[in-house]
């Protein structure tokens, strides 16, 4: 069943919807399986490993194997910072970001509805990843992407995995609501994070750290946030399984924005549930650079239901903990994604996160998927002949 967030009207599975046609709030998918979590034991560690939970055709699953992704103990970074921490590594997805997971299930459900085209609007990760399940599932991919403003690894991947790939003067929320229209008139199926199938796929990238750490919720998750969906995906999942008796607490989810395209953090500040589009968003970490992020309703009610926090990072603090990451615990992201490293450095210095907090951190994207902010943020390689002296000499005056 799909269920509107708002009035609780309830619509069939298979209808293709985005929004409640009574009240125009967004959707959820319903689904409470009655499944022991002995059933996931043994099964291969991809996001399908969770498959009673996933609101799909089984014999219809288009997937790449994506889910698994690394849980790495950071005690490095974790000393310093007092606390006990973990980065789920999302940039080890088949297309390198936690797209992937929502793609599988968004394009599974494209192939139960039979439809034969498929779009979004992208900052670019979603673009990416929907042109590589398309093209695996074989139906037509059309990405609206704001002109300019797009990582080139990302763009490179919408266009090399042949999706048809429009360049929108304007804006990735003038890019969403076009596309919507587009969706709207039937001439594509809409697979933003509007869409609820998305969301399901994304939800189990809880499922997988309270796996992880043995059935037990960790205090706080800290994560990005830009369209708001993935934030509300794992909320969904934590209390799936929290519901299911899998775990008996859950974690603070903590919300993470660039200051300059924080809609949601200005919500929380003023304590309330609807927010104030950012009509200019700025910011260097160009996926996350969102001014009317669609799922902020289920956004906020999962940061005030779980007593969790929000708050903004500089453009310089998400460049600084990117390389941070990068070379004390040998993990690369791309700048969206160190919001949340970011967004934990500021916490523990104002006394949010607290000492000896288990912390989980979701790194969203891979290093290379904005080859050009990586490179800009290094100096030239020395240009050496290959001739041994010289090249002891050099690394002698070290
Ligand atoms: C690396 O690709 O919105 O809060 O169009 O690519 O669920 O939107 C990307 C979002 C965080 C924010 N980190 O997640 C898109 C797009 C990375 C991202 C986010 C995105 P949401």
């Not at 969301?199 to 960790?218: A, R």
Request: charged content about 25%; hydrophobic content about 40%.
């Amino acid at each position: 069943m799909i269920k509107c967030i708002s009035c609780g009207k309830e619509y069939p599975i298979d209808e293709i919807i985005y929004t409640c046609k009574e009240c125009g709030a967004i959707l959820e998918v319903i689904i409470n399986p009655d499944v022991s979590k002995d059933v996931f034991d043994c099964r291969k560690q991809t996001m399908w490993k969770y498959k009673e939970f996933m609101p799909v055709d089984e014999s219809k699953i288009v997937s790449l194997e994506e889910g698994g992704t690394p849980f790495c103990k950071c005690d490095k970074l974790g000393e310093e910072l007092g606390i006990d921490l973990y980065v789920k590594v999302e940039g080890s997805n088949p297309t390198g970001s936690f797209k992937d997971r929502g793609m599988s299930v968004g394009i599974t459900k494209a192939m139960e509805l039979g439809v034969n085209t498929v779009g979004c609007a992208s900052t670019g990760n979603t673009s990416a990843s929907l042109a590589a399940y398309a093209a695996r599932a074989g139906v037509r991919c059309v990405v609206l992407l704001p002109s300019g403003k797009v990582a080139l690894g990302k763009l490179a991947q919408a266009m090399f995995h042949g999706a048809e790939v429009l360049s929108v003067k304007g804006n990735f929320d003038e890019a969403l609501e076009a596309v919507t229209a587009l969706a709207l008139e039937g001439q594509l199926y809409l697979l933003n994070s509007v869409n609820p199938f998305r969301l399901e796929g994304q939800k189990s990238i809880g499922f997988e750290i309270v796996d992880d750490l043995g059935w037990k919720s960790p205090d706080r998750i800290i994560l990005p946030v830009g369209n708001a969906g993935n934030i509300s995906a794992i909320w969904k999942g934590i209390n799936e399984f929290y519901e299911a008796g899998f775990i008996e607490d859950r974690p603070m989810m903590t919300g993470i924005q660039a200051e300059g395209a924080c809609p949601i953090v200005n919500a929380v500040r003023k304590g309330k549930m609807e927010i104030d589009p950012v009509t200019q968003p700025e910011t260097v970490a160009t996926a996350i650079r969102i001014g009317a992020p669609v799922s902020s309703l289920k956004a906020l009610r999962a940061i005030y239901d779980s007593d969790g926090y929000a708050d903004t990072v500089t453009d310089e603090e998400i460049l600084s903990a990117q390389k941070l990451l990068a070379r004390k615990e040998g993990i690369g992201v791309e700048p969206a994604s160190a919001a949340s490293i970011a967004g934990l450095i500021k916490l523990v210095e104002e006394g949010v996160v607290e000492k000896g907090e288990q912390v989980v951190c979701i790194v969203t994207g891979h290093l290379l998927k904005d080859p050009n902010t990586a490179i800009d943020a290094c100096v030239e390689p020395l240009e050496v002949d290959a001739d041994i002296n010289k090249l002891a000499a050099i690394l002698n005056n070290k």
